[in-house]
């Protein structure tokens, strides 16, 4: 016997905006991530805009994807921007050592990136070199990007064919700097932080956005380090944070271990289970690096960042280890929701994150076959299509009654995550079921405000590890949800099993 779940929802007290930016992306140079995933070259048989796929740009635009980093990840720390300006035929290569050490022939460097970026109407997020790089080096690919007049390397721009400055709002400092990015120590990298954010400059009208490399997990020394390193955070209220503005943090979800870290697909309803424990645990990540923050800095001026987020599982068979090349099902879209759930929450301090990775890589939205080039949404994609409504909508808290849990890995994980924002005369509630085997009814106890009328869509199949190929692309899609119907207190909504449920309502 199931319960019936209630969320009660004050539709006129809105909180934080939830910042667009959260539903931000990357892309790094690894496997077929760039190479083969957005760039193709001019003179490839797949439809493209100098080079870039024309089908990835269409889809992208489609859940208006707000900003994109790039070039890493690790890959980050040995570029050198330099080597990915000129002639294509004259570009340095090199070797990408983190992945699949493959030789990078630069083909793809930054005009080709801020040409994406305006193809898809998105933020550039560049993330700079701190691990093998200099200080001069990250100033100067600044300046090339950003100043408008003759200076020296606004002068190799336009030689190089773009006249005009580009914007670039989001700047990485480094990244993993405890690791791949130079096996720094927490108060090392404060201290380079602080110096490249210095030569990191606005030039003109452009106003650099600096997010310092952050933590690892459950690292709070590390967030605290960041945050001890800023000036008096306390002083000002109305003052902006300086010299960097945001810190990182990174988290992956796997079943298994980093050693094996359980496959895609064929997984068993145990693994499911684990995997949403996992996937939950962003929350519990978010509360604790909030609380170190918000120690130092009672006015939230510092932005968290969490530019590393998704499922990470073993690579599918046949494919080069080093490309992450990984399948994605109906298991892969909740932990998305989760995660987003989790970001909406903490919109007062998560000002943006970055699922890794957009396509080809990781927990992609886009699959595309090496041989044919067709093209696959994944099922994550659709999650991110459905939330659309959350861009920049105030958070509505949303107070679940009569949660289930089950037992997993020492946790109670609650069988229902959910959320909701508001925008002027509409609302958006996220639902998802995270029981693998049962249907639930959620009564959503709608208060504030009158709903006069409401649509719903939902995104499920009937195995736990569906996911879309080329030859069947629907398999996980969203469809209409016939099951929301008029409650005492609201709407009564059927949750199937292994489900992701957006309720869009119409407010007076
Ligand atoms: O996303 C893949 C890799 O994961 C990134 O390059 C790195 O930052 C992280 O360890």
Known sequence: MTTTTTAVIDLDLPGATINRHVYGHFAEHLGRCIYGGFWVGEDSPVANVRGIRSDVVEALRAISIPNLRWPGGCFADDYHWRDGIGPRESRPRMVNSHWGDVVEDNAFGTHEFMDLCELLGADPYVSGNVGSGSVAEMSEWVEYLTRGDDSPMAALRRANGREQPWRVPFWGLG??????????????????????????????????????????????????????????????????????QAVSLHYYTMAGSWSDKGDAT???????????????????????????????????????????????????????PGFLYQQNTLRDALVASVHLDAFHRHAERVVMANIAQTVNVLQAMILTDPDTGALVLTPTYHVFAMNTGHHDAAALAVHLRDVETRAVDATDLPLISASASVKGDTALVSLSN???????????????????????????????????????????????????????????????????????????
Request: with cysteine.
């Open 175 to 244: 990244n993993e700097a405890w690791g791949c990015g130079g096996n720094l120590r927490a108060e090392q990298f404060a201290s380079l932080a602080r110096q490249y954010a210095t030569y990191t400059r606005n030039h003109g009208g452009n106003q650099l956005y600096r997010i310092a490399a952050g933590a690892n997990e459950a690292d709070l020394h590390w967030t605290e380090t960041l945050m001890r390193s800023f000036d008096d955070l306390a002083a000002d209220p109305a003052g902006s944070a300086g010299p960097f």
């Open 266 to 320: 064929g997984f068993s309803t145990d693994e499911w289970y684990v995997t949403m424990a996992r996937a939950r645990r962003m929350e519990d990540l978010l509360t604790r690096h909030s609380t170190v923050m918000d120690r130092y800095d009672p006015h939230r001026k510092v932005g968290l960042v969490v530019d590393e987020w998704g499922t990470w599982w073993n690579v599918e068979k046949g494919t080069n």
């Open 434 to 508: 995270l029981d693998a085997e049962t249907d639930r009814t959620l009564v959503l106890d709608l208060r504030g405000r009158d709903v006069v009328g409401h649509t719903a869509r939902v995104l499920t199949a009937t195995a736990l590890d569906a996911h879309n190929t080329p030859e069947r692309l629907d398999t996980v899609a969203p469809t209409d949800h016939a099951g929301v119907r008029p409650h005492t207190r609201g709407l009564e909504v059927d949750l199937p099993a292994h489900s992701y449920v957006t309720v869009a309502l119409e407010l007076r």
